[in-house]
Each structure stands twice: as structure tokens, then as C-alpha cells.
């Protein structure tokens, strides 16, 4: 088969409107939409109203819908007719915190390019991916006055904190986002110039667990050695999760693992990938997880428990002789099919007061949590996808897994019927969720290529063979 191309409409569109679809994404990564944070709540909501903006400029229905906690979008556009499939485009378009600020090489909110990186916080993660989908539905409907599907536009501001009201959304306005496929870019390449397309993700369990031990803070020499302590406590029951060789240790954690399948393991044992450049990536010198498994297995096909934070004590400058009164770690769980987050919340809960010292007491909160997904891969949306790839970038797409999460995937399968294709534009080293966050400028600008080939490939195909 020759390689697809670019229709030269579109391309040319592309060409001449290159610089404004990064002017306009810098003034939407101007805006510190944190949802982690209260004192961002306006800012989520500007954020919102300016995806709504964008939107409703390029001739869509765009409306502002509340949640109990921060605004969903939902842009329209059904002139395709009633005989033309519905894609449902899903972003987010809240950001992580940015602290530690100091660590910024330019202030997180003030979008740069050094070497043809754009960095900003959301510039990849997701903003940038979320809004090279709008500017691809503008170029259809800039150059051809049309667009070959309905379209769909749901933009979240609660992603990075577990999509908490969508579900709920979702399932309440299923009649309205009814669709035949769902696209998603909020992921990574494999590497520079290798498009991929996602096979899975993994879930997640996020769990709170606080200790307490005295009234108040002690003198650690007055009492130290007859009162416990929840620091330590605490780390005593960290240290109960693994075994000595790296296995989660919590009785019943593996027994919902199904494993992934042998054609899909060998195929990622076919992708080009070195343990070495990873650590040298990362700045490590040794790499260590579950035995048995090679790196990218450990990464995509198995679960994981790792402390996300830990406190207690005295951090200040200097010593202090204090024997704390409380302690506390965020822990979470990387899930895969078909471990269920709100069980393995449950066997963790029961896990950590049976290992729990006497003499303190430890309370368990679930935070949030997602389902792990694992694509069948089959279907117009997939074929279409690899073909747009194929057009924007000049090769064929490979298949890749992926270690983290994207909590609503899952429930669009369910709740709306739709298979996802995950199409990222991101790349390994990018730096999402930490300082200097940044997009390849060519991969933005290859995106929104991509993700315009996709919209008519897409059209033409479940034309022919609708599901
Ligand atoms: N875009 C990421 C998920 C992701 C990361 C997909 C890398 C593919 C490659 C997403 O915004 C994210 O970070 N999700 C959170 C979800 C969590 C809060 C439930 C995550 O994975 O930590
Ligand atoms: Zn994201």
C-alpha cells in the first residue's frame, strides 16, 4: 500500500496556521488551571470558558456544564447528518501543581520554546493535545466548510485528580454524548518520529493513610523508647507491602491479575528499548521491580505500590529531639485488568491495621480510583488512527502499553458503547507532572495533521463498515 498523505488542502492549511495554533495554545497555557488546588478554582474556570471560546469561534455548540467540582465543556457540531458517524474527542484541561517552582528553567506559566521544545505545565499534559484537536476541526471547517463526522468535544477539568464528577456525567448524559468512537490524546510517542497507538492503561488506587500515636509531639528522650512512634510505625507498615525481592506483598493483591496475552508480550519484546538509556534517562544507576519481568513488562503489564508522599516529625533545618504524634503517607496502586480499584482499596485497608503496631492508631482513606483498560484494537477508529499516523508522521504507528492512567477509558467503553483510540503526541523525557513540563513543537504541529487526516479516515470507513 502506498503511504497515505496529507490531503494538500488541509496540508496547506496547516502550513499557513501553524504559528497562530501555537500563539493561541500559549494564551490557553497562560492560564494556572491547577484542579488540586481551591485558589485555582477560577482559574479551572477560565480555563474552561476558554476551550468553550475556542470552540464555539470555530462554529461549534459550546456549553459550560458545572460539576460538583470543576466545569466540563461540551462542544457540538452534528451537520454531518444523521447518516455520519459521531466521534466523541475526550482532553482535560486541568494541569498538576507546579512546585517545586524553583526547579522551573522559565516559570511554569509562562509558555517558552528553547530548541523546539515548548515548555509550560499542561503544555503536553494536556493542553497541547487537547487543543491540536481543535485546531484540526477548524481546519475542516475552515477549508471545506464541513466535517466528515459529528463531532463531539468534552474537555474535563478534573483528570489529574481522578476525574472524580465524570463518571456520573457521563452516565447522566449518555443520551447526548452517544457516539461510535471515542479519541484520546493524552499519552506518548514510543520515541522521536515513532507514532504509537495505546494498547492499555493502568488503573489506579490512591490511598491516605494517617498515624496516630500520643496527644501531642513529645521530648524523644523523655518518652522515646516506651511510647511508639508513628513515624516509625509508619515505616514498619510501608515496609510490609513489598517482599524482599520486590513483589506486593498484601495477601489476595495478584489474585484478579489476568495476564496479558502471549502475542502481546512478544510484541512489545519487539520494540526498541534499552534498560541503560532508561536509567541514564532518569538519572539512576540501577533500575529495580517486580523479578520475573523485563522493563516495559514491569511498566505496562504489571501492578505496582508506591508511596507518592510521606510526612512526619521535624523537617526544619536543624535537629529537633521530638517524638511525633502523627505521621502520614499517600500511597497508590497502579492497577491491571481485572484488578477492581475499590477491592484492592479494601484489601490494602485491611492490610495495614492487621500490620499495624499497638499503640498507634491508623485510619485509611481512598482518595479516588480508575479502572485498568486494555484495548482489543480492532475496529474504523483503530484503522483509521494508524492511517492518520502514517500520513502525519511518514510511518506506520507501533502498538505500546502504558504504565499510567486515564481513569475515564474505561467507563466511555461502558457506559457510552464506543471503543477509545488512545493517539498520543507526547515523548519520552517530556517531564509531565514535574518541572519543566514541555511539547515538541513539531509534534503539536504534526498532531493537529494527524488528528485531521483521522476525522476523514475515520468518516470514510465507518461509512463503509459502521462498528
Ligand atoms: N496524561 C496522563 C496519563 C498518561 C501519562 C497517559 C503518560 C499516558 C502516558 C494523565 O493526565 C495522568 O497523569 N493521569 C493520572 C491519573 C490519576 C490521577 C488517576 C496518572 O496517571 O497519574
Ligand atoms: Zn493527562
Known sequence: ????????????????????ALDELFAFLRIPSVSAR????????????????????????????????????????????????????YGHYDVQPAEPLELWTSPAFEPTIRDGKLYARGSVD?????????????????????????????????????????????EREHARLACDAVVISDSTMFAPGIPSILSSLRGMAYLEINVRGANGDLHSGMYGGAVVNPAMALARILATMHDAEGRIAIPGFYDAVRPFPDHVRAQMRELPFSDATLRHEVGVTALGGEPG??????????????????????????????????????????????????????????????????????????????????????????????????????????????????????????????PVLLMGFGLPGENAHAPDEWISVENYTLGIRAAAVLYEEYGRRALLSPH
Open 293 to 418: 519481568y523485563t522493563t516495559l513488562e514491569r511498566l505496562w503489564t504489571r501492578p505496582t505500590c508506591e508511596v507518592n508522599g510521606l510526612l512526619s516529625g521535624y523537617t526544619g533545618e536543624g535537629a529537633k529531639t521530638v517524638l511525633p504524634a502523627v505521621s502520614m503517607a499517600k500511597v497508590s496502586f497502579r492497577l491491571v485488568p481485572d484488578q477492581e480499584p475499590d477491592a484492592i482499596a479494601t484489601l490494602v485497608q485491611a492490610h495495614v491495621e492487621r500490620v499495624a503496631p499497638p499503640g498507634v492508631t491508623v485510619h485509611v482513606t481512598h482518595l479516588h480510583g480508575g479502572k485498568p483498560w486494555r484495548a482489543d484494537l480492532q475496529g474504523p477508529i483503530i484503522d483509521a488512527g494508524k492511517v492518520a499516523l502514517e500520513a502525519a508522521f511518514g510511518r506506520e504507528p507501533v502498538i505500546t502499553g502504558e504504565g499510567g492512567s486515564i481513569p475515564v477509558v474505561g467507563d466511555f467503553e461502558r457506559i457510552l458503547g464506543a
Open 126 to 170: 494536556d493542553k497541547g493535545q487537547l487543543y491540536l484537536h481543535i485546531k484540526a476541526l477548524e481546519a475542516h471547517l475552515a477549508v471545506r466548510g464541513t466535517l466528515p463526522v459529528n463531532v463531539i468535544v468534552l474537555a474535563e477539568g478534573e483528570e489529574e485528580v481522578g476525574s472524580v464528577n465524570l463518571e456520573h456525567f457521563l
Open 38 to 89: 481551591t485558589e485555582h478554582a477560577a482559574d479551572c474556570a477560565a480555563a474552561a470558558q476558554f476551550v468553550a471560546d475556542a470552540l464555539a469561534r470555530i462554529g461549534f455548540a459550546a456549553t459550560i456544564e458545572p460539576t460538583p467540582g470543576h466545569p466540563i465543556v461540551v462542544g457540538e457540531w452534528r451537520q454531518a447528518g444523521p447518516q455520519a458517524p459521531t466521534l466523541l474527542i
Open 1 to 20: 500500500m502506498p503511504t497515505p498523505a496529507i490531503p494538500a488542502d488541509l496540508s496547506a492549511w496547516c502550513i499557513e496556521n501553524d504559528q497562530r
